[in-house]
């Protein structure tokens, strides 16, 4: 089987994220793509607020936003050759984050066994010293059957 070049596993990941009728939604959009590295940002939008009286962005939306970088994130990594789905997230929401600001999340594939991929993940507004939320994952590796026996 033919390895796929960088820029085809940018494309596939990209149109991954495109695909996802919540990510688009919520505006998402692909920032940076590296090998098991990606960043997606989301613009802030009042219909997302989940306290009214502070105009925070629910935590929902921020978990949104990283559980897509993170899937981003493998799908560009060198060992993750097809698409991933989410079989595990943790996230630990460290502050609101700041009002009518665009949130980031950049995530990294740091560790890809036969079947699954580990990531970590940060997200961020225009503070970045001070984390909105930090998140740790496993994500599915899909395989090319004939790769799956090799």
Request: proline content about 5%.
């Amino acid at each position: 089987m033919t390895e796929l070049t960088a820029d085809i596993k940018a494309k596939m990941a990209r149109q991954f994220m495109e695909a996802i009728p919540h990510s688009r939604h919520l505006q998402m959009s692909m920032d940076a793509l590296d090998d098991g590295i990606a960043e997606v940002s989301m613009p802030y939008d009042e219909k997302l607020v989940g306290d009214p009286s502070t105009g925070v962005i629910h935590g929902g939306a921020v978990s949104a936003l990283m559980d897509t970088c993170c899937g981003a994130a493998v799908m560009s990594h060198p060992d993750s050759p097809l698409g991933t789905a989410t079989i595990d997230l943790r996230i630990d929401y460290m502050r609101p984050a700041t009002p009518h600001e665009r949130i980031v999340a950049r995530a990294e594939c740091y560790h890809v066994t036969r079947s699954v991929a580990f990531v970590r993940a940060t997200a961020y507004d225009t503070d970045r010293d001070r984390p909105v939320a930090t998140a740790t994952g496993a994500f599915t590796v899909e395989r090319a059957k004939s790769e799956a026996f090799e």
